[in-house]
């Protein structure tokens, strides 16, 4: 299974990014997908996340700011970032936790994780 993520950038405060998340590979069902960040020197964070039983988590950092929708039949995920800071400077991670056939016949479960795509709020 690869995540490709695209969409990071550099933009001004205030400013606006897309980011974009599409899954592949051997899929039998992805349980929850979304997004995490990791700034300089800090532990990476969870930013927005669909949860398997159709929640939303969003870090109170982002809520009101950051709109996280799927599109199911693609295996994606989107990201809608408004009204930047320049403490969400960070690599945005995707994430997925899928539910991945094996040759065996069994399904497991496995977490995935996209490059890394740069966001950078800064004027």
């Known amino acids: 299974v690869q995540l490709q993520a695209s969409g ?3 933009v001004r405060p205030g400013g606006s990014l897309r980011l974009s998340c599409t899954a592949s590979g051997s899929i039998f069902a992805i349980n929850d997908m979304g997004w995490y960040r990791q700034a300089p020197g800090k532990q ?3 930013v927005a996340i669909f949860n398997s039983d159709g929640s939303i ?3 109170d950092s ?3 700011r950051f709109t996280i929708s799927e599109v199911d039949a693609k295996n994606a995920v989107h990201l809608q970032m408004n009204s930047l800071k320049p403490e969400d400077t960070a690599v945005y991670y995707c994430y997925a936790d899928v539910s991945t056939p094996t040759g065996g016949g069994k399904i497991y479960d496995y977490d995935y994780w996209g490059q ?3 966001v950078t709020v800064s004027s």
């Open 44 to 46: 990476r964070e969870l």
């Open 62 to 64: 982002v809520k009101g």
């Open 57 to 59: 988590n969003y870090a």
């Open 8 to 10: 990071g950038g550099l």
């Open 116 to 118: 890394g795509t740069q």
